[in-house]
């Protein structure tokens, strides 16, 4: 199997950060739930959180960026303790554009939680909800069992709120259940919209599609299963070129709990830095320009239709 590096040098089409636009601030590896398909490898036991100095580093960061759209993830950044102050800070800067908040939603049921669903709407804060199927079987085979009924109330309670109704946005997530790319994410959107609607009334604004990553929790799965050489096979053999100039590492920075920073949410949880510096030390304008590292695993952005956390790139382009 050919690297993915030899195939991007054989397209001329070398992969560097060329605007700065997306800052994604992942605020540690405590989540409520053990996903299987979770690169990061998160979950209760986790300890890894952001601390406020870090918290801090990040909005300097932003407030001197330019235009800028906030993505923050996780694990689960609900159950970080200052992602209230964070997005309250956050939302005092008129540079900011977007707030965007990953949520696994079953989060926003657990103790002390259930006020986020109000804190968000009045930030304006966008949730970007990760449901893996509009199916409870699937939902329960990738997260777990009771996940499915949770994430049915927090939609509803989302609903009540307006979120998918206008002006609050709220869009979805589809992860496959296995070693297989993800479908058309049109014709998955369409799926889900009417599934979720005629059964429980539940409308939302967009379904994005993000192909697995052959890394962490995922890769270990899919090794147990014998399939890991086939799914490697699979991204590598899907290898459209078309997608290197539109893939998310070009417009955006990732941070991680401690402040270093990634070209990506997936670097990071392989421990490939874009920079030696960390947030604290460094302004957006430093880091375009900066080429990006990559390895195989980015085969999974690249494939097919191409894959980003805003979703299929025939989508985004």
């Not at 195939?7 to 089409?13: F, I, K, M, V, Y």
């Not at 979950?43 to 407030?63: I, N, Q």
């Not at 939302?204 to 399939?227: E, H, Y």
């Not at 960390?278 to 085969?299: E, M, N, Q, T």
Request: aromatic letters at 8%.
């Amino acid at each position: 199997m050919r690297s993915f590096q030899e195939l991007a040098d054989e397209a001329r089409q070398p992969l560097v950060r060329d605007r700065l636009d997306i800052l994604q601030v992942n605020m540690g590896y405590v989540c409520n739930l053990r996903c299987r398909h979770c690169h990061l490898e998160a979950g209760p036991d986790r300890k890894e959180a952001m601390s406020r100095e870090v918290v801090d580093d990040c909005l300097r960061f932003a407030k001197g960026a330019g235009a800028i759209d906030v993505d923050i993830t996780g694990g689960a950044p609900e159950a970080n303790a200052y992602l209230a102050y964070f997005i309250g800070e956050l939302r005092r800067l008129e540079n900011v554009k977007r707030i965007i908040v990953r949520s696994n939603l079953a989060i926003m049921e657990e103790a002390g939680k259930s006020h986020l669903p109000e804190f968000f709407a009045a930030n304006g804060v966008e949730i970007v909800s990760s449901m893996p199927c509009y199916m409870e079987s699937n939902v329960a085979a990738q997260r777990g069992g009771g996940v499915y009924e949770k994430n049915i109330r927090v939609l509803k309670k989302l609903n009540a709120l307006g979120y998918g109704a206008g002006k609050l946005r709220l869009n979805l997530v589809y992860n496959p259940g296995g070693a297989f790319l993800p479908g058309p994410q049109g014709e998955l959107e369409t799926a889900y919209k009417e599934n979720l609607g005629n059964d429980f009334g539940i409308r939302f604004d967009n379904l994005l599609t993000i192909t697995n990553v052959p890394i962490g929790r995922f890769r270990a799965d899919l090794a147990k299963q014998g399939q890991l050489a086939g799914y490697l096979e699979l991204l590598a053999s899907s290898f459209n070129a078309h997608n290197l100039g539109q893939v998310m590492c070009r417009s955006q920075i990732s941070v991680d709990w401690q402040g270093r920073l990634f070209d990506c949410d997936f670097n990071q949880a392989l421990g490939l830095p874009a920079t030696e510096a960390g947030i604290g030390a460094v302004s957006a304008r430093d880091l375009v320009g900066l080429p990006i590292k990559c390895g195989d695993h980015c085969f999974a952005c690249t494939a097919g239709a191409g894959s980003s956390c805003r979703g299929s790139l025939e989508k985004c382009g």
